[in-house]
């Protein structure tokens, strides 16, 4: 079965610090996509950063950038400079074959002022 | 502007009610998705549509169904089968080129 695992149910950081945020992963596939995304208080889901897995080199975008282990399965999110608008639920997901996302249960973070 | 627009922002039902929920995408992506989320918990798949006239359960699907007449719409009926349906629903698409999942607002809907 293919699943999504995030640790860290809950975590905090104070603004302008930096927070990880873990996710591993199962598949037995070797192609597939790596997700963040962000599910603010408004509800509306927002792709954060993506990973394709037969890329090496960590993606990143400006604050948001990843530490993608594919060997060990873990794609975990680094928020640099954190910002209180980054508070959010956050959810790791991987898509296979173009066609079904599978998602972690979500890591709520909380930027405190 | 393109994207996906669920409507109502809510919904309240009574029980033994069925209800409909919209999803209508102008983005030209093939596959749209159904997700149920509970509070403080993650995304789980009710149904899906690759094409039109085509559609997929997901791992809840017992309580629920949709049609795919139109690529642009993907209607979820929640039906009175389903017996603790107070959630939020997600509506999605996928664009094939990228592997990027889009979503609505999403619809929360409660029971009275």
């Known amino acids: 079965a293919q699943t999504v695992t995030q640790s860290q149910p809950e975590m905090s950081v104070q603004e302008a610090e930096t927070v990880t945020l873990s996710c591993t992963y199962d598949?037995?596939?070797?192609?597939?996509?790596l997700f963040w995304y962000k599910q603010p208080p408004s509800r509306q889901m927002i792709l954060v950063i993506r990973?394709?897995?037969?890329?090496?080199q960590n993606a990143t975008e400006n604050r948001f950038s990843v530490n993608f282990q594919k060997a060990a399965k873990s794609f975990s999110l680094k928020i640099s400079d954190s910002q209180l608008g980054d508070t959010a639920m956050y959810f790791c997901?991987?898509?296979?074959?173009?066609?079904?996302?599978?998602f972690g249960p979500g890591t709520r973070l909380s930027v405190l002022p | 502007d393109g994207g996906i627009t669920q409507s109502p922002k809510y919904l309240f039902r009574k029980e033994g009610q069925n209800v409909t929920l919209s999803c209508e995408q102008n983005?030209?992506?093939?596959?749209m998705y159904w997700y149920r989320q509970d509070p403080g918990q993650g995304l789980r798949l009710i149904y899906y549509?690759?094409?039109?006239?085509?559609?997929q359960k997901g791992d809840i699907a017992e309580g629920y169904s949709v049609s795919r007449e139109k690529k642009e719409s993907f209607p979820l009926t929640v039906t009175s089968a389903q017996k603790n349906p107070t959630a939020l629903y997600l509506c999605?698409?996928?664009?094939?080129?990228?592997?990027?999942?889009?979503f609505g607002p999403g619809t929360r809907l409660t029971v009275l």
């Open positions: 997901a991987f898509i296979l074959d173009g066609q079904n996302f599978v």
């Open positions: 598949t037995s596939e070797s192609n597939y996509y």
């Open positions: 990973q394709e897995a037969y890329k090496q």
């Open positions: 983005l030209n992506h093939d596959a």
């Open positions: 549509s690759q094409i039109v006239n085509d559609f």
């Open positions: 999605a698409s996928i664009d094939d080129r990228e592997n990027e999942q889009f």
